[in-house]
């Protein structure tokens, strides 16, 4: 084995907490960015034996990546392995020209610039910072730059959101002409002061998702955008000089490819297990501080389980899979009624068979395949 060619670097730090947001996250700490860089590389030099000489893809997720000191940035940017995709996630409010062309300079070749809306009513129930001009200058600064590969973040139902609200998103971020949309449902954890400020109004938009989730397919396969993940959408190669736009780190996740996660959080899937370390800010820094592995949570993976994480997320692509090596984790019955139901198909014509889900499936997505789970 080779080891891994995709890494994720898990970047806390925020300039203020979200809402509905329950990743691994810090608010401020601009004295601790410096440090806390150290530790991640360190982290790296630990499991560098890990990954492949050569990497694929390497994805610097958060928190706000961009709100990191500028300085502890550039040089986390600069130490990294080389990789033929090299993605940065950046809120709005954080990206100037100054930040833009040091994204650039160190090599950064596609931008993901997290929007979530361009209404202020709703940007302001989300605790986003960022209002729509400002949205627009951050992309417009990335462009100067020289990034010919953007993705731009929307979320739907939001408390108070409407259809016509979501329209005119929509029509705002084709509007910028981004190479790549993610569009997700908007996902509030029990329990947390989002659930307790908006539930009622949480459990009426629940019952428009797929309302929602339609409309949001059909506008962007209508302007021309490949929906080639239930929430992932990207221009086709045709429109592009021929560029395939997916999502390269994000695509390994959906196929199954083994990965390397460093940072505080940051999960690891290599083989048959599966590690995530502590969540504990401090007591990541203090282990790194020490050249020792942070505390990690350990799951050893049965083939049973790959498989079956293999079929939920390979049904989410519009590429078919192929059966052969997951057979075990399907219900035979189950597909063949999927199948008459106009929910899945099954190809067996040449070569080996192969399953995906219809446009109606895809859109029915998650309740499909888990009937079709053995």
């Not at 139902?157 to 705002?172: C, K, T, V, Y």
């Not at 080639?228 to 199954?256: I, K, M, Q, S």
Request: glycine fraction near 8%.
């Amino acid at each position: 084995m080779s080891g891994p060619r995709h890494l994720y670097v898990h970047l806390p730090f925020c300039s203020s907490r979200c809402g509905y947001c329950d990743f691994v996250t810090a608010v401020g700490r601009p004295d601790e960015h410096a440090r806390y860089v150290e530790a991640l590389l360190e982290e790296l030099k630990l499991e560098r034996d890990l990954l492949a000489p050569e990497l694929e893809t390497v994805f610097l997720g958060g928190g706000t990546p961009t709100f990191t000191e500028p300085a502890a940035l550039e040089r986390l940017l600069d130490a990294l392995p080389p990789a033929a995709e090299l993605t940065v996630e950046a809120n709005p409010e954080t990206v100037t020209p100054e930040l833009a062309a040091l994204l650039r300079r160190a090599g950064v070749n596609r931008v993901s610039l997290g929007a979530q809306s361009f209404q202020p009513e709703l940007l302001a129930v989300l605790d986003r910072v960022a209002q729509p001009d400002t949205i627009r200058r951050a992309f417009y600064h990335l462009r100067d730059a020289g990034f010919g590969n953007i993705s731009l973040d929307l979320i739907y139902g939001i408390p108070g959101q409407s259809p016509s609200d979501l329209e005119a998103d929509l029509g705002e971020a084709l509007t910028l002409g981004p190479e790549h949309l993610s569009c997700y449902e908007l996902e509030a954890k029990p329990g947390t002061r989002f659930t307790h400020a908006h539930g009622a109004e949480l459990a009426r938009q629940a019952e428009a998702m797929e309302s929602y989730f339609e409309l949001v397919v059909d506008r962007l396969t209508d302007a021309g955008y490949r929906w080639y993940e239930t929430a992932n959408f990207c221009r086709v190669p045709e429109a592009v000089g021929g560029r395939d736009l997916r999502a390269r780190h994000n695509l390994a996740y959906w196929l199954g490819r083994d990965y390397l996660g460093v940072g505080v959080g940051a999960v690891s899937t290599i083989e048959n297990r599966r590690w995530r370390n502590t969540p504990r800010l401090r007591a990541y820094l203090d282990a790194l501080s020490r050249r020792q592995r942070p505390e990690r949570e350990l799951e050893v993976l049965s083939d049973a389980v790959r498989r079956e994480e293999r079929v939920m997320l390979g049904l989410r692509l519009d590429e078919p899979l192929v059966l052969g090596p997951v057979a075990a984790a399907v219900d035979d019955v189950a597909l063949e009624r999927m199948e008459s139901l106009g929910l899945a198909s099954v190809s067996r014509l040449a070569g080996p068979a192969t399953i995906s889900l219809t446009r109606r499936g895809r859109l029915l997505g998650g309740g499909v395949t888990a009937e079709i789970l053995a």
